[in-house]
């Protein structure tokens, strides 16, 4: 139950951060593909670098153990990103 | 208070939140957020009152099991953040094509929007599926780990991403 909530406020601050940075709206996403606003790569590898320093740091710590990562199967990976690529560019989600 | 009704923040400093977000998720419950896998979930759960049998699959029984998970919780709390984050803004608005770009390069035709986004959501989806997450999920989820997945996931979404925009706006590109 506490997992549930609790997911549902980081959902909250996961949705007011993309709007925030306008990743709701249609032409940031596919402007990142055309090279003309690349507001899509700084944002998310501001997050990248924040969530790696925050997680290692705790994890120094010993305060928190890493959660299963994402496998990797290069086939899989590589194919499903390519799909994904095509359906972003143009839904722009 | 200020802050919170700007239209826009700087990409870095809402980079910044979404960081401290993962942060805060994985030290706190373990669980690193993601937004394509709730789809999933309840699509199975869909499937599973109207076609047992679609369900009775590897692939919905240990990989994405349907139900109302945690991922179900983040993507609820992700349509109700981004909706306060609009409201807040003013930038709330009920629109059948919402894109001032999209009008211009497309024209306002709706079943032509409507079309590429059915889709294009369908797409992403399954492609989410196969590589094993989303952008969020996956290439965030698990760059942040290092994970070769995410890395391979990025690549391939600009390979694929690129071209697919060159050939819709052609010259305009």
Redesign the interface.
């Known amino acids: 139950m506490?997992?549930?909530?609790?997911?549902?406020?980081?959902?909250?601050?996961?949705?007011?951060?993309?709007?925030?940075?306008?990743l709701?709206?249609?032409?940031k996403i596919?402007?990142?593909?055309?090279f003309t606003d690349l507001?899509?790569l700084?944002?998310?590898?501001?997050?990248?670098?924040?969530?790696?320093v925050?997680?290692f740091a705790?994890y120094t710590l010993g305060?928190?153990?890493?959660?299963n990562?994402?496998?990797?199967?290069?086939v899989?990976?590589?194919?499903?990103?390519?799909?994904?690529?095509?359906?972003?560019?143009?839904?722009?989600? | 208070m200020k802050l919170l009704k700007?239209k826009?923040?700087s990409?870095?400093?809402?980079?910044?939140?979404?960081?401290?977000?993962?942060?805060?998720?994985?030290?706190?419950?373990?669980?690193?957020?993601g937004a394509s896998g709730a789809f999933e979930n309840v699509g199975g759960l869909i499937a599973q009152a109207l076609y047992p049998d679609l369900v009775k699959n590897t692939y919905f029984q240990f990989v994405m099991p349907p139900g109302i998970t945690?991922?179900v919780?983040?993507?609820?709390?992700?349509?109700?953040?981004?909706?306060?984050?609009?409201k807040l803004?003013g930038e709330f608005k009920w629109q059948r094509v919402?894109?001032?770009?999209?009008t211009r390069v497309f024209g306002n035709s709706v079943w032509k929007r409507w079309l590429?986004?059915f889709?294009?959501?369908?797409?992403?989806?399954?492609?989410?599926?196969?590589?094993?997450?989303?952008?969020?999920?996956?290439?965030?989820?698990?760059?942040?780990?290092l994970?070769?997945?995410?890395f391979?996931?990025?690549?391939?979404?600009?390979?694929?991403?690129?071209p697919?925009?060159?050939l819709?706006?052609r010259r305009k590109?």
């Open positions: 506490f997992e549930m909530l609790f997911s549902l406020v980081m959902g909250f601050f996961f949705g007011f951060a993309l709007q925030k940075a306008g709701g709206k249609y032409h596919v402007n990142v593909f055309r507001a899509v700084k944002f998310m590898l501001t997050t990248l670098a924040v969530a790696m925050g997680v705790l305060i928190v153990a890493l959660p990562i994402p496998a990797t199967y290069l899989g990976n590589l194919v499903g990103g390519l799909i994904f690529g095509v359906g972003m560019a143009g839904a722009g989600f | 700007q826009e923040w990409p870095y400093l809402a980079g910044t939140l979404l960081g401290l977000v993962y942060v805060t998720s994985i030290a706190v419950t373990g669980i690193i957020p945690t991922a919780m983040i993507l609820l709390g992700i349509f109700i953040g981004a909706f306060v984050s609009a803004s919402s894109d001032s770009q999209w590429v986004l889709i294009g959501g369908i797409l992403l989806e399954f492609g989410a599926g196969i590589a094993g997450g989303c952008t969020s999920g996956l290439a965030i989820g698990g760059g942040l780990f994970a070769p997945s995410a391979v996931f990025i690549a391939a979404m600009f390979i694929s991403g690129i697919t925009a060159l819709m706006y590109f």
